[in-house]
């Protein structure tokens, strides 16, 4: 499922339009992005957390060289599933 059959869906479900639906999700997608980039979790219990995962400096090789390469630190989004959706899931 993509972006806009999300959308669709949503909006079927909901009895919203697909532009009112569109804007709220883009709003969704905001909010959490705004709170990750402060270093704060979203959590909807049922759901699952979004948060910032850290990843420590390493080093690693160049495929095609085999040189050995610094990879620097970086912090990478993550979602982890909450026990309702994963009870649903399986």
């Not at 972006?3 to 909901?14: P, Q, T």
């Not at 699952?48 to 060289?65: H, I, M, S």
Request: hydrophobic share 40%; no cysteine.
């Amino acid at each position: 499922m993509n972006k806009s059959e999300l959308i669709d869906a949503v909006a079927a479900k909901s009895g919203l339009t697909k532009a009112d639906t569109e804007r709220a999700f883009k709003g969704f997608v905001e909010s959490i992005t705004e709170a990750l980039q402060k270093g704060d979790q979203v959590t909807m219990i049922g759901f699952g957390t979004f948060l910032v995962r850290e990843r420590k400096a390493r080093t690693g090789r160049n495929p095609r060289t085999g040189e050995t390469i610094q990879i620097k630190a970086a912090n990478n989004p993550a979602f982890k599933a909450g026990k309702a959706l994963k009870d649903a899931v399986n």
